[in-house]
């Protein structure tokens, strides 16, 4: 491999980075109150909604229904007015962090729902309200539950952020599609795939042992 | 109820303060009521305990105490306050002065003990040096200052519950509810949970209401005790007395576990008319069960009889005897007599049936 195909490598595994961790941090942020607002809307849940809950569940599962691919074209405009372009890395983010967000609310909204309700109980005995059960007693106890969906998540945007060359995001996807498939260089595509392997080992390894050091049950 | 025997001085006096105080509470969920008119009242320092079989009422009863359940209609009033309809807002206060525990314990399993503990008092709003202090006493009082670093599930279920207990005193309450808090322990476990209980009880002078379905809990820890059937209370007193006359069927079936009963063997044979001996159950409770009753009746009449089975228990200081005898029958006055005699000594007497087998 020539010394430019290596500098290619590199700057293709930084825009892989620089989406997926941008997006997931996003989806983080967004996602984890939202699948608390799913949690506590839910019926008997500390904010019982029935109405808002099937709302923002509609919401969810349009978002999630929707292939990436399609989302990623339908959302130019969006992309356009929030980052000014519609083209590029940056621009990638944001239809990348708008799909992985309903994505992560969902399984953050599993890790919450699993919370033992006797918990939820002995803090409303105490005299808790719904910020402290947020606090103290749903968040605390998934977390786990929350760290491990959130590398789920970001191991899927690694793979979603390939589809982001489709908008010139570049990225280790869009590097492997053109070198390696469209102009047949093999030393491409195979480095291209150790590359992404090691990635998503290392997120997942990362991913583990976070959980095993918050893990207490 | 339970006039056969004498009450002796209660432990918490009639006048005494009332913590709990519930009029005529109902509660159902869709057609089946859970509580079908609940009165009962909780004195300052005493320790009461509800038992009843499970979905007789008992834990929609306790978790109304503290509103985690809505009451339907009926009043409840918390050390002199009404807080039937409260909003959830307005019972946050009130729900710090009453502590709970629970079956299953309810630990945070992601914080340490000793934050598990010092959680109610940073609900309160106390600073964390405070807090850390005042869980420390606690931990010290249950027992477990080395623990205080330890996450829950490194401890055993008797150790989770003493770290409840401590957690459910953090704020200094004016009642403890129990619920089932040693259900899903051992009986040696149990037993020193309750002697915790107790202790806290009289060091503190902590009013305490519990509600479970063994009456051996009952009988070590409780001054008095409510039986719920059916979301109905059915029968309630000293629980001495109560264990020495039961009246509801209900009561009589949950202590049929902790009495004397009459042996199967010798039940399975008794025939209701005649035989050669009378067979009797003698149920005496308090002043009248000290006395040397069958000596007595041995010097007054005697051969009139023959021990079957029974024993003596004191429950509260009080002794509870109940004793199965047999009377031989052949002459038709003896068990008259006997009876008379037993009678006059203030015990119960009944006329279980007549066993022939017996030479």
Not at chain 1, 197 to 212: E, K, N, S, T
Not at chain 2, 111 to 131: D, S
Not at chain 2, 179 to 194: H, Q
Request: proline share 5%; charged share 20%; glycine share 10%.
């Amino acid at each position: 491999m020539t010394p430019i195909m290596l500098e290619l490598l590199v700057r293709s595994l930084w825009e892989t980075i620089l989406m997926t961790g941008a997006s997931g941090i996003i989806s983080l942020v967004a996602g984890l109150p939202l699948g608390l607002a799913l949690v506590a809307t839910a019926r008997g849940g500390i904010a019982e909604n029935p109405w808002l809950n099937s709302v923002l569940g509609a919401i969810v599962n349009g978002f999630r229904s929707v292939p990436f691919i399609i989302l990623l074209v339908a959302l130019i405009p969006v992309t356009r007015l929030i980052v000014g372009t519609a083209l590029g890395t940056w621009a990638a983010i944001v239809p990348l962090a708008i799909a992985a967000t309903p994505y992560y609310a969902r399984i953050a909204e599993v890790s919450l729902r699993e919370v033992d309700r006797g918990l939820i109980d002995a803090v409303r005995a105490m005299g808790g309200n719904r910020w402290t059960i947020i606090r103290e007693v749903l968040v605390p106890e998934a977390m786990p539950g929350i760290v491990a969906g959130f590398t789920v998540t970001l191991v899927t945007l690694v793979g979603a952020s390939a589809m982001a060359g489709a908008i010139g995001a570049g990225g280790l996807g869009d590097l492997a599609i053109r070198y390696g498939y469209q102009r047949f260089e093999t030393t491409v595509m195979i480095a291209v795939v150790i590359v992404l392997i090691v990635l998503v080992c290392g997120i997942q390894w990362l991913g583990d042992r976070l959980v095993a050091r918050l893990d207490h049950k | 109820m339970n006039s056969v025997v004498s009450a002796p001085a209660s432990v918490a006096t009639p006048q005494a303060e009332e913590v709990v105080r519930l009029t005529d509470v109902k509660r159902r969920f869709g057609a089946t009521p859970a509580l079908d008119g609940v009165s009962l009242t909780v004195r300052k320092g005493e320790i009461l305990g509800i038992i009843g079989r499970s979905g007789a009422g008992k834990s929609t009863l306790i978790r109304c105490l503290n509103g985690l359940e809505q009451a339907d209609s009926g009043e409840i009033h918390i050390e002199g306050r009404n807080i039937t309809g409260l909003t959830e807002k307005d019972l946050q206060p009130l729900r710090r002065r009453i502590g709970m525990i629970f079956q299953h314990f309810n630990l945070l399993s992601a914080k340490t003990v000793e934050e598990n503990v010092a959680l109610p008092l940073k609900i309160e709003g106390l600073g964390k040096a405070e807090r850390l202090k005042r869980a420390a006493e606690l931990l010290d009082l249950v027992g477990l200052s080395d623990k205080a670093k330890a996450y829950p599930s490194s401890l055993s279920g008797g150790q989770k519950q003493r770290v409840g207990i401590a957690r459910a005193l953090a704020a200094r309450p004016a009642l403890l509810l129990s619920d089932e808090a040693t259900s899903a322990l051992d009986p040696e476990t149990t037993r020193s949970i309750l002697a915790l209980l107790k202790g806290i009880n009289q060091k503190l002078g902590l009013t305490i209401l519990l509600i479970t379905h063994e009456m051996e809990v009952v009988r070590s820890v409780a001054d008095r005790v409510a039986v719920i059937d059916a979301g109905r209370i059915v029968e309630e007193g000293q629980v001495w007395s109560v264990f020495a006359d039961p009246q509801a069927p209900i009561t009589q079936r949950l202590l049929s576990g902790i009495r004397p009963q009459l042996p199967e063997h010798i039940s399975a044979r008794l025939s209701p008319v005649s035989g050669d001996e009378q067979i009797l159950s003698i149920d005496m409770a308090g002043p009248a069960a000290q006395g040397a009753l069958f000596a007595d009746l041995s010097q007054a009449l005697p051969q009139s009889f023959r021990l079957v089975h029974g024993g003596i228990d004191h429950i509260q200081d009080q002794p509870v005897a109940r004793f199965f005898i047999a009377v031989p029958a052949r002459d038709a006055s003896l068990p008259e007599k006997v009876q008379t005699f037993l009678k006059a000594r203030g015990a119960r007497v009944e006329v279980l049936g007549y066993d022939a087998n017996h030479a």
